[in-house]
T-cell receptor, first 113, second 113 residues
Framework: LAKTTQPISMDSYEGQEVNITCSHN???????ITWYQQFPSQGPRFIIQ???TKVTNEVASLFIPADRKSSTLSLPRVSLSDTAVYYC??????????????FGQGTTLQVKP | ETGVTQTPRHLVMGMTNKKSLKCEQH?????MYWYKQSAKKPLELMFV???????ENNSVPSRFSPECPNSSHLFLHLHTLQPEDSALYLC????????????FGPGTRLTVL
């Protein structure tokens, strides 16, 4: 599975847009990019997944450049409740895979009032 | 509410005790997982089950014994644990191994004295 690198921590203020970038230089052709969110003492929660270009849902947007060696999770107008750890994961989840999600250290986002 | 429940939410046990963690998913999923999350460490995948069959054992000590009696229930039996086993134990499920959207339960906070 491709190794990912993301900032350890970020600070933001309420109402701002937050962009968290993840590097995955060794991403393979069949790999997808997935982001999870985790609040303290809770399990992670799936946010968004993409393969290339841009994906948007009701929670976030995911921007993936043409070379796919990085991706950016964009959270519009964050609130205090968006304070959490955000994980970037890259992997091939084809039927031959054993469903293995490899979580790194993640990015701790602190939203301030 | 993710559709995955875990009991108990908190557990304190001595090193000679035997206890079990229970996980139940109400999503009709075919794959279930146990993860361990220690303080300041990434989530570690422990076991993977698909259609009640164990498909992954990630070098976990034998003092942790999983059981999957049906596709909705997953247990983690604990015996002669060590203090370093204190952690948040998370259960997750997914539609299948090829689905990278996993639904996590709230976890069991385990303290070994």
């Amino acid at each position: 599975l491709a190794k990912t690198t993301q900032p350890i921590s970020m600070d933001s203020y309420e109402g701002q847009e937050v962009n968290i970038t993840c590097s995955h230089n060794n991403i393979a052709t069949n790999d997808y990019i997935t982001w999870y969110q985790q609040f303290p003492s809770q399990g992670p929660r799936f946010i968004i997944q993409g393969y290339k270009t841009k994906v948007t849902n009701e929670v976030a947007s995911l921007f993936i450049p043409a070379d796919r060696k990085s991706s950016t999770l964009s959270l519009p107008r964050v609130s205090l409740s968006d304070t959490a750890v955000y994980y970037c994961l890259v992997g091939d989840f084809s039927s031959s895979n054993t469903g293995k999600l490899i979580f790194g250290q993640g990015t701790t986002l602190q939203v301030k009032p | 509410e993710t559709g995955v429940t875990q009991t108990p939410r908190h557990l304190v046990m001595g090193m000679t005790n035997k206890k079990s963690l229970k996980c139940e998913q109400h999503l009709g999923h075919n794959a279930m997982y146990w993860y361990k999350q220690s303080a300041k460490k990434p989530l570690e995948l422990m076991f993977v089950y698909s259609l009640e069959e164990r498909v992954e054992n990630n070098s976990v000590p034998s003092r942790f014994s999983p059981e999957c009696p049906n596709s909705s229930h997953l247990f983690l039996h604990l015996h002669t644990l060590q203090p370093e086993d204190s952690a948040l134990y998370l259960c997750a499920s997914s539609r299948g191994l090829a689905d990278n959207e996993q639904f996590f339960g709230p976890g069991t906070r385990l303290t070994v004295l």
